[in-house]
Nanobody
Framework: QVQLVESGGGLVQAGGSLRLSCTAS????????MAWFRQAPGNERERVST????????YYAASVEGRFTISRDNAKNTVYLQMNSLKPEDTAVYYC????????????WGQGTQVTVSS
């Protein structure tokens, strides 16, 4: 079983920055492909960004490309999402998720952290 704990959310003005962190435990972090999702009220959950377990592949949704950066520190069992040039439409609950190479989908989820961007 994998436990994920997010931190770093908050309230920021449009144009500002936040960095989300997600620390994993329960199995070797280097075995986990990591992802960030978000869900705003009334919207479907959206995959924001992913990073491979070998740190050799990343994905960004078109809505965040060029503004968000995902990274991982395997020594700290932590994945980060640096969010710059934030927009009000980035307001959502952000979730960290994990999967191994053997999983379909993402079976492991954090509790979520609220990001609110004011205009």
């Amino acid at each position: 079983q994998v436990q994920l704990v997010e931190s770093g959310g908050g309230l920021v003005q449009a144009g500002g920055s936040l960095r989300l962190s997600c620390t994993a435990s329960g199995r070797p972090f280097s075995s986990l492909n990591m992802a960030w999702f978000r869900q705003a009220p009334g919207n479907e959950r959206e995959r924001v960004s992913t990073i491979s377990r070998a740190n050799d592949f990343t994905y960004y949704a078109a809505s965040v490309e060029g503004r968000f950066t995902i990274s991982r520190d395997n020594a700290k069992n932590t994945v980060y999402l640096q969010m710059n040039s934030l927009k009000p439409e980035d307001t959502a609950v952000y979730y960290c998720a994990a999967r191994t190479e053997y999983d379909d989908g993402h079976p492991y989820w954090g509790q979520g952290t609220q990001v609110t961007v004011s205009s």
